[in-house]
């Protein structure tokens, strides 16, 4: 008697987003959860590649009349 089990490896995604230290995203950024992985994006108004996020500057110009 000969029995085949067909075995796969079971692959359990963990979302780094959803735990504290599991990413090391900024805090002035977004996580997002891929599979197996996760990527950082700034907020709006900041820049960096999402793990240092810096604030913009907005300089005004005032126009005199």
């Known amino acids: 008697l000969t029995v085949l ?3 796969r490896p ?3 995604d963990v ?3 959803k735990f ?3 990413n ?3 805090v002035n950024a977004k ?3 891929t599979i197996g992985s996760f990527n950082c994006s700034c907020h709006q108004g900041y820049s960096g590649d999402g793990v240092t996020c810096n604030g913009m500057v907005i ?3 005032n126009k005199y009349v």
Request: hydrophobic share 35%; aromatic share 4%.
């Open 10 to 12: 079971v692959f359990v």
């Open 20 to 22: 504290n230290g599991t």
């Open 5 to 7: 089990i067909n075995i």
């Open 24 to 26: 090391n995203c900024d």
């Open 59 to 61: 300089l005004r110009r």
């Open 15 to 17: 979302d780094e987003c």
């Open 31 to 33: 996580c997002v959860n």
